[in-house]
């Protein structure tokens, strides 16, 4: 999946990419899933946002069930492109490498 940018008139690039990385407080993946995702998009225009699965806005709850996106599980890394949300990894710790592959930066 290529990264949609925007080019506004003044030559500068807005990222329309946002990550989300869903955790809770006992998972014992979840430190080290926020580690690879943090290294991952180290130096890039790439926002990511960590959320508590337990204290998850309702906004945000609303969007995952428009977008058909359901968590079973922590750590879990979505991706929002153009107003869409994608779930990349659920339960597992990716590599830094695959986080990359996946978001087009390889």
């Known amino acids: 999946m290529a990264l949609r940018v925007e080019q506004p008139p003044g030559g500068i690039v ?3 990419t946002t ?4 955790t809770q407080k006992n998972c014992v993946n979840c430190p080290a899933a926020k580690m690879v995702v943090e ?3 180290l130096n890039s225009e790439i926002t990511v946002e ?6 998850m806005d309702p906004d945000f709850e609303f969007r995952l069930l428009e ?3 359901f968590i079973s599980s922590t750590p879990s890394i ?3 492109n153009d107003g869409t949300l994608k779930m990349l990894y659920s ?16």
């Not at 339960?91 to 986080?99: K, L, N």
């Open 78 to 80: 979505l991706v929002e």
């Open 14 to 16: 807005i990222p329309l």
């Open 67 to 69: 977008n058909q996106v």
């Open 50 to 55: 960590t959320i508590d699965l337990l204290k």
């Open 19 to 22: 990550v989300y990385l869903i």
């Open 91 to 106: 339960g597992d710790v990716p590599t830094v490498e695959d986080v990359r592959t996946q978001l087009g930066m390889n």
């Open 39 to 41: 290294e991952a998009l």
